[in-house]
């Protein structure tokens, strides 16, 4: 902490789009064409240590102006505040945000009003962590677990955990956590990569990249399904004669089914061994999921990417729907909501696989599995965290990938900062990637 | 229609906040000062008969400007569409909206980015009800039941809803429709009021209103509890002791408890006789819900108003968690969602008393309530809808209220359309009222 009082002076926005879907980047059965972007959000304090917070909520490119005024509606909840006290207990923040009864009508807790709570609060975990001199997944794998549990907003969650449950998973998951950091600092945490299966690239490129993931190291790869039966059966059948039998194959619908339809396709590649299937159908849909599972099985079923808050999360492990729990980010209330989503997981025994790739998402989430295994779930048994190569040199702390496994961040903070001259470029529609773009188009037009 | 081919050529969108948080008019346990608010969009045309559609979306304050920020993001996919087109067939908006797959990744089908949708979609449907030259419900009602069924999008609802089965209800209910339409036109549709019972009303007034209520023919009022218990056993009993046993009383708590609250404090206020608890808990906690409707019964729960979308209810009526479905004309995606979840309650048998109050929620939903009574449920047995008598004046064709029912509108639309001079004087921050605020606070801060 610094010694004179330090408040936060201001809350900057800034609307950043990549432009990914010229190369069919990220393309699935619902996303042909995203534009990878982040509606960014950086906290400055009037500290003399010059430590800023950093945040943002991913979108895919139309709507991220949207975004950005969700964390403009925030901006009055935090300008003025004490960094200091803010740092010591963010929960102080959370509250506030969650509870603010005017914009609670906007969700309540979910879609873009929640992302931009989650993008500020997240901000403000990113500044408490280089405060504090510490990678976010070390500073909540070292907190004292009765004050981790009090960052938790357990409304809605009380008939499948309670505040008491989650201090004792969080007392028992602290035995061993000397040696499991430092076995993580040494081997890192194991990694999945998507790269090679983007329903956009052709067979020789799904070759070529599923090659090169074995040959790396990665035990598990993903492909993106859901757009057509035929193409499905024959890429499955691609992959998996590159990959072998194995190395585990993933599969992916982005929610193109409604559940009969996910329950037949499913069963359509099950000679291919698929490991999981993941978002076979609409998010909100826990029933569904749970009749998918119950017809697909032995295949896992995995979701959570669009899972708007821990009340759906509560759920789908209530309902017995999944077999794999995946967070993200980005998407819910910040990090003490992706806690609670945690501590549900451990509580019913089910692993954590989150989400990521997008812009960012690989260097957020990286922290909340590393904590996961250092003082929750003690394991990376099943576990694996998302990796999608894109992007990284956005950022000043970019994930690092070694033998499959992401190296754990040692530099102070939540990764979550970019390079301010990307912030730059592709600031949308100023910066100069865009403007340049906006140039061509308008010379396209006049010829 | 038109004569000459007519196109799109505006989108308006405003900004409207009425100051009611000074009344504590619509205060309840979860939004203790609510200044009720609208983002409102006007799509303009070309063509020489002027219509214009109207449609909104409800917010209770802060955020509104971020709603209006996700209608405008909408503006591309209208600007210069045939309204010809759109009118004969508003599906056509519908699935380019929905199915942007930008947009969606800022939902899916939920919070801002929705209710934006439903603004737009219902818009629409006001404009092919003004070029048709009936009110929406009656256009509804007298629609080919086919054409209805390829209005509604029944992604993520098959394994509940064919379209086979909505065409054989939506044929089975055009039996005796006719009848029913005279019916309507004479009698109405019954109400209910909730203008007695909000939080911030003190008892004397709650006896006035409740006592005021049955004099004018209600059979039905709602109280607001939640915030603490003996206040509302106190309450319950006055208001218990003011309507005598046979008109129904409803309670409603505005998501404020956790499963195993909700039952108790139910459970604490069932010598009452509570005809419904509405919104017991988390609107998105489906199995909750169940939980508590097999702990209070034969207190019915309720709930709706903030269920974001068809695939929630669906799984609300799946798993038994409901004894009466309260839509909102203005939180799912417009008229075709709604249309879906009318044939949802209806397959499952419950029947549905809509949410309204709010700005113009009244002038919306009685449209789909009066479709669901002509040409779908066929019944007003256990319907009721809510009636709230906030701010009907600043509509250009308002509910008319006549001993306690709905009077059915004649007027061509959805009787969206606020008047010029409410727009004009209710706009946020610019308009004649705000202005004047902000100049009186200034004045106030200076001395």
């Known amino acids: 902490m610094s010694p004179t009082p330090a408040r936060i002076i201001a809350v900057d926005t800034h609307d950043i789009r990549f432009p990914t879907s010229r190369e069919l980047d990220g393309s699935d059965a619902m996303n042909p064409d995203p534009d990878y972007s ?224 996910a329950i037949r396709w499913t069963k359509a590649l099950a000679e291919f061994d698929p490991y999981w299937i993941e978002e076979p159908t609409s998010p909100d849909d826990i029933l569904g999921h749970a009749a998918v599972r119950r017809a697909v099985a032995p295949v896992k079923v995995a979701t959570g990417e669009h899972v708007h808050n821990r009340i759906v999360f509560k759920q789908l492990l209530q309902a017995g729907a999944l077999d794999v729990v995946q967070i993200d980010a980005a998407r819910v209330g910040g990090v003490p909501e992706n806690l609670a989503i945690l501590l549900l997981a451990a509580k019913f025994g089910v692993p954590v696989c989150p989400h990521a790739g997008g812009v960012g998402l690989c260097e957020l989430v990286q922290h909340l599995s590393m904590f996961d295994y250092v003082a929750l779930s003690g394991t990376t048994e099943d576990r694996v965290i998302e990796y999608v190569d894109h992007l990284h040199d956005h950022f000043l702390d970019p994930v690092v990938i070694h033998e499959a496994h992401y190296r754990a961040p040692t530099a102070p903070g939540f990764s979550a900062a970019m390079r301010p001259e990307s912030l730059a470029r592709f600031t949308y529609p100023g910066g100069a990637f865009w403007a340049a773009d906006l140039d061509e188009r308008k010379k396209g037009q006049a010829v």
Not at 57 to 66: D, H, Q, Y
Not at 194 to 218: C, H, I, M, N, Q
């Open 38 to 261: 982040a509606a960014y959000v950086v906290l400055r304090t009037d500290a003399a240590d010059g430590h800023e917070g950093h945040g943002f909520a991913f979108t895919i490119g139309r709507g991220n102006e949207v975004q950005v005024a969700a964390i403009d509606a925030l901006r009055g909840h935090l300008i003025g505040r004490s960094a200091d006290d803010l740092c010591a207990d963010p929960s102080l923040l959370n509250r506030d945000l969650i509870g603010d009864s005017q914009l609670r009508w906007l969700g309540p807790e979910k879609g873009v009003m929640h992302m931009a709570i989650g993008a500020v609060v997240n901000a403000v975990w990113d500044l408490a962590a280089k405060r504090a001199g510490l990678p976010l997944w070390r500073l909540l794998a070292e907190a004292d677990p009765a004050w981790l549990v009090r960052q938790i907003d357990f409304r809605y969650l009380t008939d499948a955990l309670t505040p008491e449950e989650a201090l004792t998973l969080l007392r028992r998951g602290r035995e061993g956590a000397e040696e499991r950091t430092a076995r993580l600092l040494e081997r890192g945490y194991p990694a999945y990569t998507t790269s090679p299966g983007w329903l956009g690239y052709d067979d020789e490129k799904l070759t070529r990249l599923a090659a090169r993931a074995v040959a790396d190291g990665f035990r598990q790869i993903k492909l993106k399904v859901g757009a057509d039966l035929d193409d499905d059966i024959r890429r499955c059948r691609v992959a998996r004669s590159v990959i072998g039998p194995d190395v585990r194959m993933a599969v992916d619908a982005n929610q193109r089914w409604d559940v009969d339809e």
